[in-house]
């Protein structure tokens, strides 16, 4: 257990759904993060939210809307996603978005897109 | 941008010692992190080197050369549950004032009798 929740743990959605992800944190962290990860492919950036402010946006299509109500909580809005979009998406926390501060990441959300 | 480097899978007996490289290009590093992945669970972190040499903790000790674009992550007395994914990570200087860890591919290795 990192401190770093996610639900739901598996998700299956067809191309036309909106579903949630989400994540939550009782780490006292400042900064929240969504990765994605696929087979064979290294974790990607996808959002960086630090004091509630996204700071970073890495190139994301559309269909992937994040929201940071708080600093404990993120979500990760899904809309006519792709086959594509498959994969292991991961959520992290820090202390803030400075050097040296580790990650502590949750257990994921594993998402087919039918 | 970045580029970061490591082999995709490695190989080793129950007790043996094994070093992970990384190696990596970027512009504004500000420090380089290993994780390790078990299969199904959470990155967990193992080590954060900034300066030059050789940080030990354990049975684990990861290594730092700027100068080179260069880590390794060094697993001493290896036991089975060791078998999992090691994931370099560089930080790097992103936009007003954060640093941004960005990973590599991962290193799968396996831990054998």
């Known amino acids: 257990e990192t401190g770093v929740t996610q639900t739901p743990r598996h998700l299956v959605m067809g191309m036309t759904n909106k579903k949630s992800l989400k994540c939550e944190q009782h780490l006292g962290h400042n900064a929240m993060y969504w990765y994605k990860q696929s087979a064979k492919k290294p974790l990607e950036l996808m959002f960086v939210y630090n004091f509630k402010e996204q700071t970073e946006n890495n190139s994301v299509p559309s269909r992937f809307s994040p929201e940071c109500p708080n600093s404990s909580h993120l979500f990760l809005h899904l809309h006519t996603l792709q086959p594509e979009d498959s994969a292991l998406y991961l959520c992290a926390s820090s202390q803030e978005t400075g050097t040296g501060t580790e990650a502590f990441f949750g257990q994921g959300t594993r998402l087919t897109v039918v | 941008g970045q580029n970061i480097d490591q082999p995709t899978e490695m190989t080793a007996t129950e007790g043996a010692i094994v070093q992970i490289n990384c190696t990596y290009q970027t512009s504004g590093f500000n420090g380089l992190f290993w994780y390790q992945q078990h299969a199904g669970e959470a990155p967990t972190f193992l080590s954060y080197?900034?300066?030059?040499g050789l940080e030990e903790k354990g049975r684990f000790s990861s290594f730092l050369s700027r100068s080179k674009g260069y880590s390794y992550l060094l697993l001493k007395e290896l036991q089975m549950k060791d078998s999992a994914s090691y994931l370099c990570?560089?930080?790097?200087?992103?936009?007003?004032?954060?640093?941004?860890?960005?990973f590599g591919r991962g290193t799968s290795l396996i831990v054998h009798p």
């Open positions: 080197n900034v300066l030059d």
């Open positions: 990570a560089v930080s790097q200087d992103a936009s007003g004032g954060s640093y941004i860890p960005t």
